[in-house]
T-cell receptor, first 111, second 117 residues
Framework: AQSVTQLGSHVSVSEGALVLLRCNYSSSVPPYLFWYVQYPNQGLQLLLK??????LVKGINGFEAEFKKSETSFHLTKPSAHMSDAAEYFCAVRGAQKLVFGQGTRLTINP | DTAVSQTPKYLVTQMGNDKSIKCEQN?????MYWYKQDSKKFLKIMFSYNNKELIINETVPNRFSPKSPDKAHLNLHINSLELGDSAVYFC????????????????FGDGTRLSIL
């Protein structure tokens, strides 16, 4: 069965600092991987996805993620954090007729 | 233009009542989903419909009954509400069922915040 593990339920960075949110996956088939963001009182919004091809995937709002098969990882990064990046972030992998979500990482930005 | 819209946005009711949540998508997608998000933000899929047919029915009490009158609508009816039903319920849609050979993402509504008194 497919699964994802997000390391760190809460990450706090200073404004302007590097953002790194970690996601490791387990999949018996070539994975399709997704990152979603949830702003307060809103639904989930797709940040980026990896299916095949280039392993460095660029998304919206300056985020990107790198697929590393050898490490079974799909970590999300942003070079410089903005206050508006404060949100809950979810990693997901394709499962059988559904997406399998991680438990989420809350990102806090300190001024 | 809201792609996936849910009503109501907030629902406060008493234990034992019956309530419904409605969901509509204008994306032309074939597949719709209901998720429950608890207070710790954990997302749990409840149901999925593809072309009005039920394809996913996770371990959910039978007090929860989804209904899809057409591809654009998926409603959720809950009987005999319990305290543990308090959560945020999200509707989502995708062009085809997520997973398998599909790389299609899901599009989410803004959620319905259900509070049981």
């Amino acid at each position: 069965a497919q699964s994802v593990t997000q390391l760190g339920s809460h990450v706090s960075v200073s404004e302007g600092a590097l953002v790194l949110l970690r996601c490791n996956y387990s999949s018996s088939v070539p994975p399709y991987l997704f990152w979603y963001v949830q702003y307060p009182n809103q639904g989930l919004q797709l940040l980026l996805k990896y299916t095949t091809g280039a392993t460095l995937v660029k998304g919206i709002n300056g985020f990107e993620a790198e697929f590393k098969k050898s490490e079974t990882s799909f970590h999300l990064t942003k070079p410089s954090a903005h206050m508006s990046d404060a949100a809950e972030y979810f990693c997901a992998v394709r499962g059988a007729q559904k997406l399998v979500f991680g438990q989420g990482t809350r990102l806090t930005i300190n001024p | 233009d809201t792609a996936v819209s849910q009503t109501p946005k907030y629902l406060v009711t008493q234990m034992g009542n019956d309530k419904s949540i409605k969901c509509e998508q204008n994306l032309g997608h074939d597949t719709m989903y209901w998720y429950k998000q608890d207070s710790k933000k954990f997302l749990k899929i409840m149901f999925s419909y593809n072309n009005k047919e039920l394809i996913i029915n996770e371990t959910v009490p039978n007090r929860f009954s989804p209904k899809s009158p057409d591809k654009a609508h998926l409603n959720l009816h809950i009987n005999s509400l319990e305290l543990g039903d308090s959560a945020v319920y999200f509707c989502a849609s995708s062009q085809v069922p997520s997973g398998g050979s599909s790389n299609q993402p899901q599009h989410f509504g803004d959620g319905t915040r259900l509070s049981i008194l």
